[in-house]
């Protein structure tokens, strides 16, 4: 008799594991084509939470799935990493990395059909029950994908900016904003080292340091010399270009709070460890970022970062935020073009 995995808790599925479930449904959904299975794999109510959108309930993921499809028909959804945890008896939290290569044939939500093959990089956190998932958070580089288009950001931001946002997409925004001002409390050690036990305590040095402080011996303790970051635009290779790359940030952002809101980790090859850090960060628009000029507008971001851990320090980084979704935002607050 074939023993069941711990996974299988309360659900007959086929999957022998998380990683087995998280590839083999998306693989399920997109490459087969078999749309119609999330409704075996999303309950009914299931909140898909993004700054640029709420969705809700498998039948409204049913269709969202088909309009991408009709825009980019050939997509595929190849998995990179899922960085997993135990949260419960049947219960688990994935971290999936997703690189998607595909052509634009179609109408999208960024305009006319343009012919042009994209990549482009997403990752879906995911709270599964029972082989259900219940929650999810989601994360796409769309600054990306527009430019590899061929729109302009600032352009489509604006046009954005000008439909009226959903109320229950503005309510969730405001109760996040309210949620990380009370629970970012008290000041980080912008020098903590990883350690196994500690990795949260890790997460939020590492995140503060970024956004808030810049200082030159967290990079040393954080990042390895050889570290690459994989961002929206660039890839920085190098301790150096990683912590340059980083002070653009903070030029263009003040950060007003952050937490760190979810982390898990996985065992790698030879001693790595695989980490996934979900963080939000309320900031003021501060200085000129992605062809917006200063504005002083609160902008409300949700990332995904995943670290590569080597003898104790970051060998690689992939860091996801909608910054399309950041210049919308901007954009609404003051009703004006930013340049």
């Known amino acids: 008799m ?18 087995d479930y998280i590839l083999g449904i998306t693989h399920e959904i997109w490459e087969s084509r078999r749309v119609d299975q999330i409704h075996s794999y999303y309950a009914a109510d299931t909140p898909i939470f993004a700054i640029g959108g709420l969705v809700t309930g498998a039948a409204a993921i049913v269709q969202n799935t088909w309009d991408t499809l009709a825009a980019f028909p050939d997509r595929l959804l190849l998995g990179e990493a899922v960085i997993w945890s135990r949260i419960g008896a049947g219960r688990f939290y994935s971290s999936h990395r997703i690189l ?40 796409r580089d769309n600054y990306g994908l527009v430019r ?29 904003r309210r949620r990380v001002g009370a629970e970012s409390r008290g000041g980080h050690d912008a ?15 590492v995140l503060h ?8 011996d967290g990079y040393a303790t954080h990042y390895a010399d050889y570290a690459v970051l994989h961002d929206s635009s660039p890839v920085a290779s190098g301790r150096r270009a990683i912590a340059a790359h980083h002070a653009e940030l903070r030029a263009g952002f003040s950060m007003s709070a952050l937490t760190v809101d979810h982390v898990c980790s996985s065992a790698g090859a030879d001693s790595t460890r695989e980490v996934a850090v979900r963080w939000t960060l309320d900031a003021r628009h501060v200085g000129p970022i992605w062809g917006a000029s200063p504005s002083g507008a609160e902008v409300l971001i949700l990332g995904v970062t995943h670290w590569l851990i080597v003898a104790g320090r970051i060998a690689a980084e992939w ?19 930013t340049r």
């Open 2 to 19: 074939t023993a069941v995995a711990p996974f299988l808790e309360g659900t007959s599925g086929p999957y022998r594991g998380v990683v």
């Open 100 to 139: 998607s290569p595909m052509t634009n044939r179609g109408a999208s939500a960024f305009g006319p059909a343009t012919g042009r093959a994209v990549l482009v990089r997403t990752i879906a956190d995911c709270v599964i029950e029972n082989g259900v998932i219940t929650r999810e958070w989601l994360v």
């Open 148 to 176: 590899q288009l061929g729109f302009d950001p600032m352009s489509l931001a604006s046009r954005q900016a000008a439909s009226p946002i959903a109320p229950e997409h503005a309510a969730w925004i405001e109760a996040e």
């Open 191 to 205: 020098r903590t080292a990883y350690n196994d036990h500690e990795i949260e305590t890790f997460a939020k040095s």
């Open 209 to 216: 340091n970024i956004w808030r402080t810049g200082d030159a």
């Open 319 to 337: 860091t996801i935020f909608d910054r399309l979704a950041a210049l919308t935002q901007i954009q609404r607050a003051h009703g004006r073009p």
